[in-house]
């Protein structure tokens, strides 16, 4: 019998190449929203009540939702690469400056330019036929939901100059996402889901301006347009990073006292403050060019493939890039949680 471990370390290796090609550590910026919708489908009294429907169709969302945010990251590199190639640079010259990874398994040849438009076709056709599924079940708002969400997508490689990307990102990651999650589960539409969407966009572009911030000379050395740059400076890049976590706070704040959720729902806040601080402080440390080991704590939440970050001696980026992602995902994930046991206390009860 082969032991478990030798079969998962097998599949983590076939699966590694795949990942890295669509960026896949990014997943939880779309995964993590996806929980909130669906704990909150799950206890509706318009959920299917067939369990064998129930699990189907939810399942079926997080794959659409996984599928399609592979899709758009590969589609981004596959674009810039193209460009290149237009521009006559050979395949295995192109190079994103500080994006050193960047597409980094299309120009070194593992993957073609035609295998990966194959596998565009395939993730973009799996999103694509769920929505269709959906849209059997719902009608015209499912198609409206990704049509919308698809214009945004392919207006964000161009984002960057009209400095819209945070709006872009905030906007799919938070109320289309949730949104058309939650109306795919059960064809209805709640207000206050809505405004707590809104939250969840704001810790997920946390996770884009800190990126933005580190990459702030980059940016403005090329002309690309972020709320970053267009502040004028890190400092106050920094600022509007902590207004944002902010305001989702205060947003959760406000569906608390007005009786519209649990006050439990508090309790994302006080998981994730923490790590918003550290994120913060760790921001300000990189504006001010201090000196730092970076030592990965368990408290921080996972950061993969550490061994391969400090090698290509990039800690400094991915060890902030990592805080914020894993703000962004136990903020949702303790809201899931709380929407999935506090509701359905109440619908038991009531």
Sequence with gaps: MIP??????????????????????????????????????????????????????????????????????????????????????????????????????????????????????????????????????YGWIIPAIAFITGILCLLYPYSSKFCLGEVIIGLIFGPLLIMGTYTALTGLYSQKLLILSFAVGLMIVVLLDAHNLMDYEYDKKNGKHTLCTAVGSKKRALYIIAAEIIVAYLILIYLAITNQFSYWILLAIVFTAPLSAKLIVSLNDYNNVKDL?????????????????????????????????????IFCVILALVLFFTVKINYIYI
């Design 4 to 137: 478990i471990k030798k079969l998962y370390n097998k599949f983590q290796n076939s699966i590694a190449p795949f990942i890295e090609l669509t960026r896949g550590y990014t997943l939880p910026t779309s995964i993590a929203p996806w929980f909130v919708a669906a704990a909150f489908a799950s206890v509706s009294q318009h959920f299917y009540p067939d369990v064998t429907m129930k699990l189907f169709t939810t399942l079926l969302t997080f794959i659409a939702v996984a599928c399609i945010h592979l899709g758009v990251n590969l589609l981004d590199d596959y674009i810039d690469i193209k460009k290149k190639l237009n521009e006559g640079i050979p395949l295995n010259e192109i190079n994103f400056e500080k994006a050193r990874n960047k597409g980094r398994l299309i120009k070194n040849g593992s993957y073609s330019m035609n295998t990966v438009k194959i596998i565009l076709f395939i993730l973009f056709g799996i999103g694509i036929l769920s929505g269709a599924y959906f849209t059997f079940l």
């Design 293 to 329: 080991k970076f030592i990965p704590k368990w408290y921080l939440g996972p950061m993969e493939n550490w061994d391969i970050i400090q090698k290509e001696r990039y800690e400094y980026f991915m060890y902030r890039f990592y805080i914020a992602r894993n703000i962004g995902f």
